[in-house]
Nanobody, 129 residues
Framework: QAPLVESGGGSVRTGASLRLSCSASGHTSPIYNMGWFRQAPGEERQFVAA????????YVADSVKGRFTISRDNAKTAANLQMNSLKPEDSGLYLC??????????????????????WGQGTQVTVSS
């Protein structure tokens, strides 16, 4: 299976915006949900946002609610994460995940790294004050 491929990371200042994209165009297995997670050095993988592939319903972590928005393209080949008003604590490696078992959106926060069946390599986001 082709891996999920993330893009769009970078180094920015507090208050800036970034848009991450996760391409799933190489995937042939069914995907029920896509999610974004982040991981800082020495810390556990943390849920950020997830989207239901069929109808676009979303679920966003409280820590980023109102600042981050997850969406998918109409062809359902990419999941995007629009990040506004970035803070230093948003820094980390951002990874996208595909759920091919229909675990649901809300379980992503509890399951963390156990939620996705497929993962990308990640894209680094660094926010400096």
């Amino acid at each position: 299976q082709a891996p999920l491929v993330e893009s769009g990371g970078g180094s920015v200042r507090t208050g800036a915006s970034l848009r991450l994209s996760c391409s799933a165009s190489g995937h042939t297995s069914p995907i029920y949900n896509m999610g974004w997670f982040r991981q800082a050095p020495g810390e556990e993988r943390q849920f950020v946002a997830a989207i239901q592939w069929s109808d676009g319903r979303t679920y966003v972590a409280d820590s980023v609610k109102g600042r981050f928005t997850i969406s998918r393209d109409n062809a359902k080949t990419a999941a995007n994460l629009q990040m506004n008003s970035l803070k230093p604590e948003d820094s980390g490696l951002y990874l996208c995940a595909g759920d091919s078992r229909g675990r649901g959106l809300e379980t992503a926060q509890a399951l963390g790294a156990q939620w996705g069946d497929y993962w990308g390599q990640g894209t680094q986001v660094t926010v400096s004050s």
